[in-house]
């Protein structure tokens, strides 16, 4: 399965759902991989700086773990392809145009959002209105 690439098709289908989890995003400078496993992120990135973690914020303060934000994640419930033109862009632009920053992902079969958790609702929302509308 390869994805939908048909950015209409993506608009229209996409079914973001918010979850009630909220995340954070850190940086750990001094530790291997088994010991980032421990933190069970639900992502990281290896960065010339540390590895960036994308963990429950109750881990984060369980593990004493600096953060500067708390958000909630945004999934679109659509198949996406890697190759897609477009999605990244539109959803950016309806956010933008509430005034919402996001921290968006593609992960092989969606896309996931993270939104500061004080403007999830208003986020969920934004990208209804988008599914409704379309570009």
């Known amino acids: 399965m390869t994805g939908e690439t048909n950015l209409e098709k993506l608009l229209a289908s996409m079914a973001p759902g918010l979850s009630d989890t909220e995340y954070v995003f850190a940086l750990v400078t001094d530790a291997d991989y088994q010991q980032i496993a421990l933190l069970q992120p639900i992502g ?16 984060a303060d369980e593990c004493n773990i600096d953060y500067s934000g708390v958000f909630k994640c945004i ?7 890697l190759e897609a ?13 509430f005034k919402i920053s996001a921290n968006v992902i593609a992960a092989y079969y969606h896309d996931h ?8 609702d208003k986020a969920l929302s934004a990208l ?8």
């Open 44 to 59: 990281t990135f290896h960065e010339k700086e540390g590895v960036t973690v994308i963990l429950k914020k109750e881990k």
């Open 75 to 81: 999934t679109l419930d659509v198949h996406s392809s």
């Open 85 to 97: 033109v477009g999605l990244t862009a539109a959803v950016a632009t309806q956010l933008t145009a």
């Open 113 to 120: 959002i993270f939104i500061k958790s004080q403007d999830a």
């Open 128 to 135: 209804n209105e988008l599914v409704k509308t379309g570009l």
